[in-house]
């Protein structure tokens, strides 16, 4: 265990002794004085002895390790969190925690204890980006936005950085900002792939059409594969109402991206736009496949049904 995990001597006993308590009281003052100089989990640890003895703490965390290595992490939760609360600034157990809490798919737990983690792990820079993604998964944009702008302070440097930023940025409408992020990105890496599709689908919502087809085609032109571009190329067409060219690309997408709804949708309406109702039909049954609980579809689907002959 390291320092920070291991339980310390315990506390000494004070004394009613005049004299004697004259001669304790200012020993006992150096003693924290001098825990202060040569590490902040001296007093941590200290207080802790009360909770666990080390043997305890580490049959704990043993248990601990083992849980989550089995992918058990229901059960990782109480030993982990008992080691936490005996050891409340052990930025190794709040790491633990936040694991779990994501496995368990409670993101907004998972988010409080990256944010713990953050503030007291000697390099903070090893949450990200989980520690925005967190927030991006309870829903919490704002959040994690303001998560990402930490992370790309711990490493301004870091085009994934600048990556998960604008693509927070771009989730929460924030286009301007996003697609400056995304340059910046692209200045530290210009091949950066991701960056630079991104920076397309901003350029699209700043009505930029021409300017997000010819991103996406610099990068088919490398990977004529590339799902996301297929995707912008898509979006570009039915924004220019090009239902033809959109058709196309998007048909090419589905080959490597059966399994996105996006593609799915778009190329629905593509279908509708060419008044080929089967084709539409094709895709929302596949739509009902990939997302059954979304009602909104289902409707859709059911209209569509009936009205073919």
């Avoid at 771009?170 to 697609?179: C, P, R, S, T, V």
């Avoid at 085609?217 to 912008?232: E, G, H, R, S, Y």
């Avoid at 080959?255 to 629905?268: I, M, N, Q, S």
Wanted: proline letters at 5%; hydrophobic letters at 35%.
């Amino acid at each position: 265990m390291t320092d920070a995990t291991k339980p310390g001597a315990a506390k000494p006993r004070s004394s009613s002794g005049g004299g004697l308590g004259r001669v304790l009281l200012p020993l006992a003052l150096l003693a924290v004085f001098g825990a202060a100089i040569y590490g902040r989990h001296w007093w941590v640890t200290r207080s802790s002895r009360a909770t666990l003895t080390q043997a305890e703490a580490q049959k704990l965390d043993a248990s601990s390790k083992a849980l989550m290595d089995q992918g058990r992490y229901q059960e990782a939760l109480a030993p982990t969190l008992e080691l936490y609360q005996a050891y409340p600034e052990n930025h190794i157990y709040i790491g633990h925690l936040a694991e779990i809490y994501d496995h368990l798919g409670q993101y907004s737990e998972e988010a409080q204890y990256w944010e713990k983690y953050v503030d007291r792990a000697p390099t903070p820079v090893e949450a990200c980006p989980k520690y925005g993604q967190a927030y991006a998964k309870a829903g919490r944009d704002k959040d994690a936005i303001a998560a990402f702008q930490r992370c790309l302070s711990f490493s301004p440097k870091n085009s994934d950085s600048y990556f998960y930023l604008a693509h927070a940025q771009e989730m929460d409408g924030q286009w301007d900002e996003a697609a400056k992020n995304y340059e910046t990105g692209l200045a530290i890496s210009p091949d950066y792939t991701d960056l630079r599709l991104g920076l397309a689908r901003c350029r699209l919502r700043q009505d930029q059409p021409a300017e997000a087809l010819k991103i996406a085609n610099q990068v088919l032109a490398k990977n004529p594969n590339k799902a996301d571009a297929l995707l912008i190329l898509g979006m570009v067409y039915l924004h220019d109402d090009k239902p033809a060219e959109a058709k196309t690309a998007l048909e090419r997408g589905v080959k490597v991206a059966d399994t996105d709804p996006d593609f799915h949708r778009l190329l629905a309406r593509a279908y509708g736009d060419l008044n080929d109702s089967k084709g539409e039909l094709r895709e929302y049954n596949r739509l009902v496949e990939l997302l059954p609980n979304d009602k909104t579809i289902r409707a859709r689907r059911d209209a569509l049904q009936a009205k073919q002959p």
